[in-house]
């Protein structure tokens, strides 16, 4: 038995590092798993080694950048798992940079994906969850010696003293 039985969780960025190792665990801990992500061939792959493992798993493609995305992602999670307990804000990106070297359209990139995201997709899961006593959310920690020269992911919550 697994602490996570009968737990239905999505995740965003599952198709590779943190959020993958995450959707791994998960699974292997009981839960049935929407493995979120944008990356459609890796996605679909952690997905695929979910169900290959004897666990229940979907890939879903989304933008999470993009509300219709967020919102269909939580409704399709809903509509396949029977429900949604968990939700694991972890898509992420990082642009190496300085603020001097960092440009709008980058900025607004990595705001959108590390910031903006978060907030859409608990705009529609939360109340879902609500509903079933589940998770509010948990969000991806940011390293710190790892992101030196990285002023738009440094930005991004959670905050570190540097």
Known sequence: MGV????????????S?????????FARE???????????????AVAQEILDAGERAIFIQCD????????????????ELGGLDILFNNAGIIRRATVLETTEEEWDRVMAVNVKSIFLMSKYAIPVMAQAGGVPSSTQPRGG???AGATPYRTAPPREPW
């Open 17 to 25: 590092g943190i959020g993958r190792a995450t959707a791994l665990l």
């Open 30 to 44: 009981g839960a049935a798993v929407s493995v979120v992500d944008v990356d459609a061939e890796r996605g679909q």
């Open 64 to 79: 999470v950048t993009r509300a219709e995305d967020c919102r269909r992602a939580v409704e399709r999670t809903v509509e």
């Open 4 to 15: 996570l039985d009968g737990k239905r969780a999505l995740i965003t960025g599952a198709a």
């Open 145 to 147: 010696g790892s992101s």
